[in-house]
């Protein structure tokens, strides 16, 4: 009610205002109200503007440069931080492998040939190493049209190595025991007495050697190069026969060697001394021999190439003492990153011939033979290596030398006796003859290895020989090349090769009949053909301890003489196994 009353009073009181203004409006009104008449269009019309005719100018203003001027004053700011203790960090490795003490290795061929070798050892030690070995191997011989020619070597030996701080001392003491039969005689000996070669009896024409070993070697290894570092060693060999011809013969070696740098050049010398002593029939004969050598050398090396300067001066005491002096000088430069090297340098120097060195190059040597120091008077040789990859490298290297009382096996020594009972034991022996010759030598070698998946190296030697007195260099070939290999496939089959070819050599004898031709007076050389052997091998690894291995020898079955009547096994096949124990 209160609302419809508001809207009633605000419509009259407007109605009454609008009532009032027309009536004021009649009663006063002074407005005209005639009629206005607009005979054209509005013009509008715009008076003109007041404008400001100046034109803005910069007004450049330098700023003033303001000059500060920093006092610092040094002051400790005391803290202090305790870092919480963390928990190291540890790397796991792979595990190790499993080690085994103990290796054997058995085996048999045709020919009635035992194979045998073992080994026992310590495993992973910071101590030392210690270790065991026993090798054997025997064979019947059976060579058609000679007497017996059976083989026995066997060896024992045991050594061990204590690792201190910054030394270390190792020795070895060794037993071997080589018998053979000097089974080479010629066809004409048959034909000169009134019986076969079978009627001859093998212990007539056995040969023994013993041998006895041992070595010692004190050693430092300082990690400081202002610290003289130093080697010693020393090693005794008694060799002796067990039958009838008593042939001892003492060697003793001492060799010390001292190194230090000086800033980057490395001063090394050393100083050795060799001694010899022969004894035959009871001291009836004997033949001491002594010699020192004194070698000091710098070595010398930048960014590419590397340089010994050094000489060789040896005091040789036999009958009368002679004093020797040799080069002793090497450099090469690397070219480009180890891809081409090449090297030249010049040596020479006395080398140890005794009985012992003779039969490992020739078991059948004369035992009762004069020996003499191997003089290589001087020695110039220079080459390249370097690689054609990373996993192919070669070596190209060509050589002249000089040696004086060079050993060569000369004529067979032959008695014809009467009868069966009374063959000489030495029969078939070779003696040793020394001569003056000049030697040269080209190589060429080049080697693949990849990834221990494959390794194989091919060799090339040529020779030149020109002995001063002998017509021929008796026993030596011109030209020798060999080619080893080896591929293992997946750590599971194991597969070798061993291949030798080897050109004519001349081997001296007195007999025109079994002579190509004669060479001197009352000398005649017979031609040894050239031979080629073939040796390969297969291993199967059943597991880490077991594996079968079979291996076969002059493949080429080829019975060449590696010395004159001397001929060789054709095929022979040895199969065995493998057995590792005694694990870790």
Same mark, same amino acid.
């Given at each position: 009610?209160?609302?419809?009353?508001?809207?009633?009073?605000?419509?009259?009181?407007?109605?009454?205002?609008n009532?009032?203004?027309?009536?004021?409006?009649?009663?006063?009104?002074?407005l005209?109200?005639?009629?206005?008449?607009?005979?054209?269009?509005f013009?509008?019309?715009?008076?003109?503007?007041?404008?400001?005719?100046d034109?803005?100018?910069?007004?450049?203003?330098k700023?003033?440069?303001?000059?500060?001027?920093?006092? #610092?004053?040094?002051?400790?700011?005391?803290?202090?931080? @305790?870092?919480?203790?963390?928990?190291?960090?540890?790397?796991k490795g792979?595990?190790?492998?499993? @080690?085994?003490?103990?290796?054997?290795?058995?085996?048999?061929?045709?020919?009635l040939?035992?194979?045998?070798?073992?080994?026992?050892?310590n495993?992973?030690?910071r101590n030392?190493?210690?270790?065991?070995?026993?090798?054997?191997?025997?064979?019947?011989?059976?060579?058609?049209?000679?007497?017996?020619?059976?083989?026995?070597?066997?060896?024992a030996?045991?050594?061990g190595?204590?690792?201190?701080?910054?030394?270390?001392?190792?020795?070895?003491?060794?037993?071997?025991?080589?018998?053979?039969?000097?089974?080479?005689?010629?066809? !004409?000996?048959?034909?000169?007495?009134?019986?076969?070669?079978d009627?001859?009896e093998?212990?007539?024409?056995?040969?023994?050697?013993?041998?006895?070993?041992?070595t010692?070697? #004190?050693?430092s290894?300082?990690a400081?190069?202002?610290?003289?570092?130093?080697?010693?060693?020393?090693?005794?060999?008694y060799?002796?026969?067990?039958?009838?011809?008593?042939?001892?013969?003492?060697?003793?070696?001492?060799n010390?060697?001292?190194s230090?740098?000086?800033?980057?050049?490395?001063?090394?010398?050393?100083?050795?001394?060799?001694?010899?002593?022969q004894?035959?029939?009871?001291?009836?004969?004997?033949?001491?021999?002594?010699?020192?050598?004194?070698?000091?050398?710098?070595?010398?090396?930048?960014?590419k190439?590397?340089?010994?300067?050094?000489?060789?001066?040896?005091i040789?005491?036999?009958?009368?003492?002679?004093?020797?002096?040799?080069?002793?000088?090497?450099v090469n430069?690397?070219?480009?990153?180890?891809?081409?090297?090449?090297?030249?340098?010049?040596?020479?120097?006395l080398?140890?011939?005794?009985?012992?060195?003779l039969?490992?190059?020739?078991? #059948?040597?004369?035992?009762?033979? %004069?020996v003499?120091?191997?003089?290589?008077?001087?020695?110039?040789?220079?080459?390249?290596?370097?690689?054609?990859?990373?996993e192919?490298?070669?070596?190209?290297?060509?050589?002249?030398?000089?040696?004086?009382n060079?050993?060569? !096996?000369g004529?067979? /020594?032959?008695?014809?006796?009467?009868?069966?009972?009374?063959?000489?034991?030495?029969n078939?022996?070779?003696s040793?003859?020394?001569?003056?010759?000049?030697?040269t030598?080209?190589t060429?070698?080049?080697?693949y290895?990849?990834?221990?998946?494959?390794?194989a %190296?091919?060799?090339?030697?040529?020779?030149?020989?020109?002995?001063?007195?002998?017509?021929?260099?008796?026993?030596?070939?011109?030209?020798?090349?060999?080619?080893?290999?080896?591929?293992?496939?997946?750590?599971?089959?194991?597969? %070798?090769a061993?291949?030798?070819?080897?050109?004519?050599?001349?081997?001296?004898?007195?007999?025109?009949?079994?002579?190509?031709?004669?060479?001197?007076?009352?000398?005649?050389?017979?031609?040894?053909?050239?031979?080629?052997?073939i040796?390969?091998?297969?291993?199967?690894?059943?597991?880490?301890?077991?594996?079968? !291995?079979l291996?076969?020898?002059?493949?080429a079955?080829?019975?060449?003489?590696?010395?004159m009547?001397?001929?060789?096994?054709?095929?022979?096949?040895?199969?065995?196994? %493998?057995?590792?124990?005694w694990? /870790?």
């Amino acid at each position: 009610m209160r609302t419809r009353a508001t809207i009633i009073f605000a419509l009259l009181l407007t109605f009454g205002i609008n009532g009032f203004g027309q009536i004021q409006r009649g009663n006063g009104d002074t407005l005209s109200t005639e009629n206005v008449i607009i005979v054209k269009e509005f013009e509008p019309t715009i008076s003109n503007a007041i404008k400001i005719t100046d034109s803005p100018k910069r007004l450049d203003v330098k700023p003033e440069k303001m000059e500060f001027d920093y006092k #610092f004053i040094p002051t400790n700011f005391q803290t202090s931080y @305790l870092p919480d203790t963390i928990k190291a960090a540890r790397i796991k490795g792979e595990p190790l492998n499993r @080690l085994y003490r103990g290796y054997a290795e058995l085996g048999m061929g045709n020919y009635l040939t035992t194979y045998g070798k073992v080994r026992l050892n310590n495993t992973r030690s910071r101590n030392g190493r210690w270790g065991v070995a026993l090798d054997h191997l025997s064979s019947q011989g059976e060579i058609d049209d000679v007497p017996f020619s059976g083989y026995s070597n066997n060896s024992a030996s045991v050594y061990g190595t204590r690792f201190f701080k910054s030394h270390q001392l190792k020795g070895d003491v060794n037993y071997s025991r080589d018998v053979h039969h000097n089974y080479g005689y010629p066809e !004409f000996f048959s034909d000169s007495v009134t019986y076969n070669y079978d009627d001859i009896e093998k212990d007539e024409i056995k040969r023994i050697y013993n041998n006895l070993n041992a070595t010692a070697e #004190f050693a430092s290894f300082h990690a400081d190069s202002q610290m003289v570092n130093y080697r010693f060693d020393a090693e005794y060999d008694y060799l002796f026969t067990s039958l009838d011809d008593a042939v001892q013969e003492h060697h003793l070696k001492l060799n010390s060697t001292f190194s230090r740098y000086f800033g980057s050049e490395l001063g090394v010398i050393d100083i050795n001394a060799d001694y010899n002593d022969q004894t035959i029939y009871d001291s009836a004969y004997n033949d001491p021999n002594l010699f020192v050598e004194i070698n000091p050398k710098i070595e010398v090396k930048g960014k590419k190439w590397r340089a010994k300067f050094g000489i060789s001066a040896f005091i040789e005491n036999e009958n009368e003492t002679d004093f020797r002096f040799y080069p002793d000088v090497f450099v090469n430069y690397n070219i480009y990153e180890d891809y081409i090297i090449p090297y030249a340098g010049i040596d020479g120097g006395l080398e140890r011939v005794n009985l012992n060195s003779l039969r490992q190059t020739n078991r #059948f040597v004369a035992p009762i033979s %004069t020996v003499e120091n191997k003089n290589t008077r001087y020695n110039f040789y220079g080459g390249v290596r370097g690689a054609f990859t990373s996993e192919l490298s070669f070596n190209l290297k060509a050589a002249r030398k000089q040696i004086a009382n060079n050993p060569f !096996f000369g004529v067979q /020594n032959m008695f014809i006796p009467p009868s069966v009972d009374q063959i000489f034991r030495d029969n078939g022996t070779f003696s040793v003859v020394y001569d003056t010759m000049n030697v040269t030598q080209l190589t060429a070698e080049v080697s693949y290895f990849h990834a221990e998946k494959i390794n194989a %190296t091919a060799r090339v030697d040529y020779y030149s020989y020109d002995p001063n007195n002998f017509p021929k260099a008796w026993h030596m070939p011109r030209f020798k090349a060999t080619l080893s290999g080896r591929y293992n496939m997946r750590d599971k089959i194991i597969a %070798t090769a061993d291949i030798f070819a080897v050109t004519d050599r001349y081997a001296q004898t007195l007999y025109e009949s079994n002579s190509d031709e004669e060479v001197a007076n009352g000398i005649y050389a017979q031609k040894l053909p050239t031979y080629v052997d073939i040796n390969l091998g297969v291993e199967y690894r059943y597991n880490k301890k077991i594996s079968a !291995f079979l291996k076969g020898y002059n493949l080429a079955s080829i019975q060449y003489n590696r010395w004159m009547n001397y001929p060789v096994q054709r095929i022979s096949v040895l199969a065995g196994f %493998t057995y590792s124990f005694w694990g /870790n």
